[in-house]
């Protein structure tokens, strides 16, 4: 199967803990997390699964931490784009973003997140100052990520209506509630946000949202199905969420649970959540 489908990972993560600590990696059920994770640790697992392209996104929010990962890109033939971190609240978000881009690496930037998730707000992305940065990213021609709880989706819907200018790209399709096995209000929410047209999904981090210790493709599958549906296959992207998903499934299992929640839809359309969907939002080359 590998050498027959291209496949493009379109969400993981990487960090070293000499260079900086992950504060969010708290707790017993985090704790297999607490230890390096690196691209020559990703690269053997996904090429061995067929993966020929990723994007590798940020982890926390520290300036110093999107220079570095684009450093990591440049010199990457696995790596073909970054969503990094800057603080939308700022002032000058474009000239942030345009001294990123002449960084070494700088024509790997594909997108920018914010961990909106750990934000008090849950209105947070419709701050004046939130969407002003928002902005910015569109007009730098990037894609926005977002990383929210179910909770955040109402607001995250209205975002996308102020903003149709910006590609927001909803990571994990929306952190449904899979161990609780509800789908409401979770689906509704999807549903009104993939009706905005500038909207796409990542089929990526349901196997964390089950019980890590008993998930089956059936538990996922629902909610799979109701993204599939929303949004389509011209806008639902593989990610693996590597190396957060170890804690429920190794790297092959995360690929094969998508083939699986996939195999309902001819090779063409597969192919478009597997890889070319990726390709085109993100403009991976």
């Known amino acids: 199967m590998a050498g027959q489908e291209r496949i493009v990972d379109a969400h993981h993560h990487v960090w070293d803990l000499s260079v900086r600590n992950q504060d969010w990696i708290t707790g017993d059920e985090l704790a297999p997390l607490r230890r390096d994770f690196t691209l020559a640790d990703l690269e053997p697992e996904a090429r061995a699964a067929g993966v020929r392209a990723t994007v590798l996104v940020q982890t926390v929010t520290v300036a110093e931490e999107t220079p570095e990962f684009l450093a990591l890109a440049q010199d990457s033939d696995l ?34 997140r914010h961990q909106v998730q750990g934000e008090p707000d849950p209105a947070w992305l419709l701050r004046p100052d939130v969407r002003r940065g928002l902005r910015a990213v569109a007009d730098a021609g990037l894609v926005y990520d977002l990383v929210v709880q179910a909770r955040q989706l109402p607001a995250t819907v209205q975002a996308a209506a102020l903003l149709p200018e910006l590609t927001f790209v909803l990571d994990h399709a929306g952190k449904p509630p899979v161990a609780a096995g509800g789908l409401r209000p979770w689906a509704d929410d999807i549903r009104a946000l993939a009706a905005r047209p500038n909207t796409v999904c990542k089929l990526s981090g349901l196997v964390t949202e089950a019980d890590p210790r008993s998930w089956t493709v059936s538990d996922l599958r629902p909610y ?47 192919a478009r959540v597997l890889a070319t969907t990726a390709e085109r939002v993100y403009g991976l080359r």
């Open 79 to 112: 790596v073909a784009g970054v969503v990094g971190w800057c603080d939308l609240t700022a002032p000058d978000v474009a000239g942030t973003l345009a001294a990123l881009r002449e960084l070494p690496g700088g024509d790997r930037l594909v997108g920018i």
């Open 224 to 270: 799979a199905d109701t993204v599939l549906d929303a949004f389509g296959p011209d806008r639902l992207m593989f990610g693996s969420d590597w190396p957060v998903c170890r804690l429920a499934a190794t790297y092959e299992e995360v690929l094969d649970t998508a083939r699986a929640l996939t195999g309902a839809l001819g090779a063409d359309e597969r």
